[in-house]
């Protein structure tokens, strides 16, 4: 976002809702596009999307922010593929529930143990974060639930899935602490990685299940080795 841009977001955020909402507009009527994810990732997850698209969920979206503008799981739901989106900004979660009706949406956050968390919502909605963001980024702090993924899982009877997608812009080690009954049963997760480090975390949390499969700039894909 340019200084213009992060001006007319501070100082005129009523702007930004209908221009959001023109885009999941226009995004539903057009044609489909190749691909909806930051860096491709949707493109090489759909040569291996599951045959059956009837499976229920087949994806959890966690931080999903916009319904289609950098999404990994909107190129499967345009297919006909359904799943549960989590997304903590309620201006965004009602986009959510507008334009991808066939979806499950929740309003929440996501992490290692619930409660209640500050999320602090950020003037470029995508950078929104749980963790603290620079002051002249901040559009305003809200309390949102705190879910963890095996309390989705359970009450979703989520019994395989094929793709956990999470960006949560610094959050993620700890929305994978709360999934350690349901990262077995997932084929893929997609996650963001700023650095060496954060990225060895990630693969040490998860050695025990998956493998990196793919590395796709700041985004990593992990499959599950056991089938």
């Not at 749980?130 to 002249?136: R, S, V």
């Not at 349901?182 to 990685?193: D, G, Q, S, V």
């Amino acid at each position: 976002m340019g200084t213009i841009g992060k001006f007319l977001a501070k100082n005129a955020p009523y702007l930004g809702p209908p221009k959001r909402w023109s885009t999941a507009f226009y995004e539903t009527v057009r044609g489909p596009r190749a691909s909806y994810g930051q860096h491709g990732e949707d493109v090489w997850l759909a040569e291996r999307w599951p045959a059956q698209r009837d499976c229920f969920p087949a994806y959890i979206d966690v931080g999903a922010n916009h319904p289609m503008r950098l999404s990994n799981t909107y190129l499967m739901y345009r297919h006909g593929y359904r799943g549960f989106v989590v997304e903590p900004n309620a201006d965004l979660a009602s986009l959510h529930r507008r334009f991808r009706p066939g979806d499950v949406c929740i309003s929440a956050a996501v992490g290692s143990n619930p409660g209640v968390a500050k999320f602090n919502v950020s003037i470029t909605p995508v950078l929104s974060s749980l963790e603290k963001i620079p002051q002249h980024e901040l559009l305003r702090t809200d309390y949102v639930p705190l879910i963890t993924l095996d309390q989705l899982a359970e009450a979703g009877s989520v019994d395989k899935l094929f793709l956990l997608s999470i960006d949560t812009e610094g959050f993620d080690v700890d929305v994978l602490k709360g999934a350690r009954t349901l990262l077995p049963r997932t084929k893929y997760i997609c996650i963001e990685a700023w650095d060496d480090a954060r990225a060895q975390t990630i693969s040490d949390l998860l050695s025990e299940t998956h493998k990196l499969a793919k590395s796709i700039k700041c985004n990593l894909i992990f499959e599950n080795g056991s089938g």
